[in-house]
């Protein structure tokens, strides 16, 4: 076995841990601090395939953005610090169904098609990136770019809406 | 305006801090300024402020009198109980009583330096002095006599 | 003339003359925790004697001047104590997260030393994306704060952690931002392109006035980001005690106390890379007597000294400014920071289409 392998199963290994014991535990805070763990490896997995942005952004978006809003909501929630409540048996067998179908249907589909190896050269290069984020052309992003630009514009004036205070009105 | 204003705001702010930011650079790099004494090495050369207070003591002249006349004002003053005048009457040479200090009591381990002692006295018979270095073994020695044996009033002070 | 760069070389070599390259590899790794893990501890130890000094003579006070020759030992002893003493864990507290986030904080600190130059090829890992990693991987820091503030079960740890959260996650975006003026200057993500771009000046007298907005508010966001006076109300110590390490004693709160020195310096760094030109010496356009007399000074130097210059400015805030309110703290950041920053943006970015910086 390489050394590239190793370190591929030990980050699948962790990441799987992370996950398993992120729905498993009892106290909504470690939950969240499992998951952030869980995304820091796939970050490392993105490090692992040499994409390094990727990963990068992985970093930013999940653990630094999206983790400590969770932990922020965990931590302006009350009881958070309480144990949750034992998870019913029906429940257990119902996820356990769903994970099993759904693992069922992700065997089927690797074992039916494979993975195709092709030695094409891998362009992560971070200049190109971003020339195709904002190109205009037939292979450009913009137009993409743009709306998912507009639609997180919206989603900031909504919030900003929701969280003005409207002034007493004055007689 | 709006954006004038803004403008002013950041300009002040700036402004304020690097006038902030001017002074400790000045004491940065003018070590002359510190003003910490290193107590135990330069013990010879030591100089109190004047103010300093470290004890409350009666001021007695060459003649060993003081300017006490026992009128307790400073007791009465101490918000707790640090000084306690014991007094005596005397009979003048005319035949007449008055009453005069016998013995200042001075309880150093309970006294706070508030000075109020000092502002109350009528005659300024008491002052604050510079001695700082208290310690001793046992509390009793912190109880202290002020007025020095055989001491009297001084002629003149009513 | 021995360079840290011709020291690395030498190693390099010998070890992979010695040994087979895989067994070279595992042994350069493990000299490059230890150095690690070495420069850190003496870092802690210089910069928190230089906070000490700095902040006494700033207060018109000796400072430290007992132990050793003017108190120079004085953090060796603070040190020899902290290890000796208890490492506490309250029972109220949540004991495997409390015991973790000290090595987050550190950890992160570790990781983010990667892609820094430290001097003329002298680098780690000179990898693609290296400002976007920092940025990126600092954000995690946060999370080793949250987690102290929570798992110690404490009011004080939980809101300092509050605090440090909505601030380090606010000031992040000004700090970004002034780092992508620079971005846009040099064209490039990758740290030792940037500062390969400085060698005929550095962007701070190169980019005119927007890369001098860009430093002071880089400066400002990140005395914020490592919770330092004046924006160190995650530990006010008259409101929270001590914020979130309220709970942690002996080594742990050590590791706390030493993160916030590292953080300082790599942020340092940081700024030193992007506006100073990192290791590369002073150089004026054309003047080559000059040029060449400032190549003398090795590249090391250098770096260092630009950073604890930086080190020292930061400092000098620190003992300076009184602390904000948590309203002004947000204020200055999404009222000030924010706005100006994001003009600046726009006028660098004029300014490199219209090619108006040299």
């Not at chain 1, 499992?34 to 997995?45: D, E, K, R, T, Y």
């Not at chain 3, 003496?42 to 400072?63: D, P």
Request: glycine letters at 6%; proline letters at 3%.
């Amino acid at each position: 076995m390489s050394a590239t392998s190793i370190i591929f199963y030990f980050l699948a290994t962790f990441i799987l841990a992370a996950a398993i014991l992120s729905v498993t535990t009892r106290k909504i805070f470690r939950s969240a601090i499992w998951l952030l763990f869980s995304l820091i490896g796939i970050a490392g997995l993105y490090f692992w395939l040499a994409v390094e942005f990727i990963a990068a952004v992985q970093i930013v978006v999940y653990v630094g953005g999206i983790v400590v809003l969770i932990i922020f909501s965990i931590f302006l929630t009350q009881q958070s610090g309480k144990e949750m409540p034992k998870v019913s048996s029906s429940r257990i067998l119902l996820s356990a169904l769903a994970i099993f179908f759904g693992f069922a249907l992700t065997y089927l589909l690797i074992y039916q098609n494979g993975f195709r190896i092709e030695n094409k050269y891998f362009d992560s290069d971070i200049e190109r990136i971003g020339t195709h984020m904002l190109a205009t052309d037939n292979t450009g992003f913009a137009l993409p770019f743009e709306v998912v630009s507009i639609l997180l514009l919206a989603a900031m004036v909504g919030c900003i809406v929701i969280a003005m205070k409207s002034k007493p009105i004055e007689k | 305006m709006f954006l004038k204003k803004y403008l002013q705001d950041i300009y002040y702010a700036v402004k304020s801090l690097l006038i902030g930011m001017r002074r400790t650079g000045y004491y940065f790099t003018h070590h002359k300024e510190i003003i910490t004494q290193q107590y135990p090495d330069n013990k010879d050369s030591l100089s109190l402020p004047e103010r300093f207070r470290g004890e409350v003591v009666m001021i007695h002249d060459e003649n060993n009198e003081h300017a006490c006349t026992g009128c307790t004002a400073c007791e009465l003053a101490c918000p707790n109980a640090t000084i306690k005048i014991i007094t005596q009457i005397d009979t003048t040479p005319e035949g007449k009583k008055k009453k005069a200090l016998n013995t200042f009591v001075y309880h150093l381990d309970l006294c706070t330096f508030c000075n109020l002692c000092i502002v109350a006295c009528p005659t300024d018979a008491i002052k604050m002095a510079n001695t700082f270095e208290h310690s001793v073994f046992d509390r009793s020695k912190l109880t202290k006599i002020l007025n020095k044996p055989d001491s009297k009033i001084r002629a003149g002070i009513e | 003339m021995p360079s840290l760069e011709n020291i690395a070389d030498i190693i390099h070599t010998w070890l992979n003359i010695t040994f087979n390259s895989t067994t070279a590899l595992l042994i350069e790794l493990v000299i490059v925790a230890v150095s690690a893990i070495g420069l850190f501890s003496m870092l802690g130890l210089i910069l928190i004697m230089m906070e000490r000094k700095v902040s006494a003579y700033m207060q018109v006070r000796l400072g430290p001047n007992r132990v050793g020759p003017k108190g120079m030992f004085q953090t060796v002893a603070d040190t020899l104590k902290l290890m000796v003493k208890e490492g506490m864990t309250p029972n109220g507290a949540d004991k495997f997260l409390f015991n973790l986030a000290p090595f987050i904080v550190m950890i992160v600190a570790m990781v983010i030393l990667a892609p820094l130059a430290f001097a003329k090829n002298f680098q780690l890992w000179d990898l693609n994306i290296g400002i976007l990693f920092v940025a990126s991987v600092s954000s995690v820091s946060v999370i080793g704060i949250l987690m102290a503030g929570w798992a110690s079960n404490n009011k004080y740890s939980l809101l300092g952690a509050m605090r440090s959260g909505a601030q380090i996650v606010s000031y992040e975006l000004s700090a970004g931002l002034s780092i992508i003026t620079i971005v846009i200057l040099t064209g490039s993500l990758k740290i030792s392109t940037i500062i390969q771009s400085q060698s005929d000046g550095w962007w701070i007298f190169k980019g005119h006035i927007p890369a001098l907005i860009a430093f002071v508010i880089f400066i400002i966001a990140v005395t914020a980001e490592t919770n330092r006076a004046p924006f160190d109300l995650a530990e006010a110590e008259s409101e929270l005690t001590a914020g979130f390490h309220t709970e942690y004693s002996g080594m742990k709160f050590a590791l706390f106390f030493l993160a916030e020195y590292v953080n300082i310096f790599i942020v340092c760094v940081l700024g030193a890379t992007l506006f100073l030109g990192g290791w590369m010496p002073l150089h004026f356009g054309t003047d080559t007597r000059f040029n060449e007399l400032m190549d003398y000074i090795p590249s090391s130097l250098w770096l260092f000294g630009k950073t604890f210059f930086l080190i020292f400015i930061i400092m000098w805030f620190r003992w300076t400014f009184p602390r904000l309110r948590i309203d002004q703290l947000l204020n200055l950041e999404w009222k000030y920071l924010l706005p100006i920053s994001m003009f600046n943006l726009l006028l660098t970015t004029l300014m490199a289409i219209m090619g108006w910086h040299f």
